[in-house]
């Protein structure tokens, strides 16, 4: 099963202003600090061992007293390894979630682990807020994949086609289209526009997983999440037959052939209510490898089964360098005033509909993929 080594690499702007590898100095695990973060502790016991919480726990304490002193919140994405996800993070969940959290949040700094286009959706949502990145490289081979030029030519090919961007693009990207959406709104997104057709972009198996669900035409863009396209069929055939009566839950970056092979498919917050809610015997999360860490903590009489495929980006953010970030208000995520103004528009419109219902089937399975049309 190749489920194991994903290689990241970032190219363009982000890569020529990588952060520092250097960390704040080691901190020593004091009783006093075993004390102050025992709570913590107990919490990530099933997934954390003792002997690396004596490196982690320090650390926690300090982003926790720093990040109250300098009036800040986290913002943490359900790709964020347990330690900051739920020990510094303030707010948690899918894209969506954060966006509304950054949208609402009642504190002047904003640190965002995560990658960089949820720190620009943060910014773009909260331009007189200060929002950091802790690690400039933190990027995304969805966002990358296309540029707010090719957006203004799909636009001249198909005109008056509405247009629709995953929130897994740059603000500039944004700023081009009418309305965005994640994957646990697509569905909903697509056919608030009431057009006959619409561009979905960038994401090629968001698209025709969307287009299962609706009878609108899908015009969409060659992008994949190098995370989410590495899973197969056969992948998910070894793990029924490695765990028989597994219950597979598959995020829609996922291939069609992937979902159809699943028993459910819905975003990070899908699968968690999905989790939450059934209780399923063992279970097998199709998605990045931090998410089923995060979602065991809160099911602790599930049984989780790990394939780990690993965002190479999601993991450049650490509580190193979240401490570092806090420590120096460094790197703050700056927008072109113009750029962000029209991006607002698109994320607001996303953020006006209602919240999509907590669980259920918002994308199918066990059926053929729909027919898209592809531009690249
Ligand atoms: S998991 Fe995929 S979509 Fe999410 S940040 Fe990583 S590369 Fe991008």
């Keep these: 099963m190749a489920l ?20 704040p100095a080691p901190l020593d695990y004091t ?8 709570a913590l502790y107990e919490k990530v016991a099933g997934v954390i061992p003792k002997f690396e919480w004596a490196a982690y726990a320090p650390t926690i304490h300090a982003i926790n ?7 800040a919140v986290i913002l943490g994405h359900s790709y964020m390894t347990p330690e900051i996800y739920h020990c510094v993070a303030d707010y948690t969940g899918d894209s969506l979630m954060l966006a509304r959290k950054a949208a609402e949040a009642d ?10 286009f949820m720190a620009e959706t943060s ?21 990358e994949s296309i540029t ?7 636009k001249e090919k198909y005109p008056g086609v509405p247009v629709v961007t995953y929130v897994n693009t740059s603000a500039e990207v944004k ?15 697509v056919e608030s526009l009431n057009a006959p057709r619409v561009i979905l972009l960038p994401d090629e198996f968001l698209a025709k997983n969307v287009a299962t669900m609706t009878d609108v035409e899908i015009i969409t863009w060659a992008g994949r999440c190098e995370v989410h396209e590495k899973f197969t069929v056969e992948d998910i055939e070894e793990l029924r037959g490695a765990n028989p009566g597994i219950e597979v839950l598959t995020h829609p970056e996922c291939p069609p052939d ?41 099911n602790p009489d599930v049984d989780f089964i790990r394939p780990c495929n690993l965002c190479p980006h999601m993991k450049r953010i650490t509580l190193d360098n979240i401490l570092h970030a806090l420590q120096t208000m460094t790197h703050e995520v700056v927008i072109d005033p113009e750029i962000a103004a029209r991006a607002r528009i698109a994320v607001q419109r996303m953020i006006d509909l209602p919240a999509p219902a907590a669980a259920g089937p918002k994308f199918r399975t066990k059926q053929p993929a729909a027919h898209v049309t592809l531009v690249a």
């Design 123 to 143: 910014k773009i949502l909260c331009p007189d807020k200060t929002v950091l990145i802790p690690d400039t490289r933190a990027g995304c081979s969805l966002a």
């Design 258 to 298: 992937v979902m159809a092979a699943s028993d459910f498919a819905g975003s990070t917050s899908d699968m968690s209510n999905y989790v939450k809610q059934r209780q399923p015997k063992n279970v097998v999360l199709i998605t990045e490898c931090s998410m089923s860490d995060n979602v065991a903590v809160e």
């Design 175 to 189: 700023a081009e289209c009418d309305i965005c959406c994640t994957s646990s709104n697509a569905v909903q997104v």
């Design 31 to 38: 009783p006093e600090i075993a004390r102050a973060t025992a």
């Design 107 to 116: 504190a002047d700094i904003i640190v965002q682990a995560g990658v960089h």
């Design 148 to 154: 707010g030029a090719d957006v203004v030519k799909l």
């Design 4 to 23: 194991n080594q994903i290689n990241g690499g970032m190219s363009g702007q982000m890569a020529q202003e990588q952060a520092p590898e250097t960390g």
């Design 65 to 71: 007293t720093l990040k109250k002193e300098r009036g």
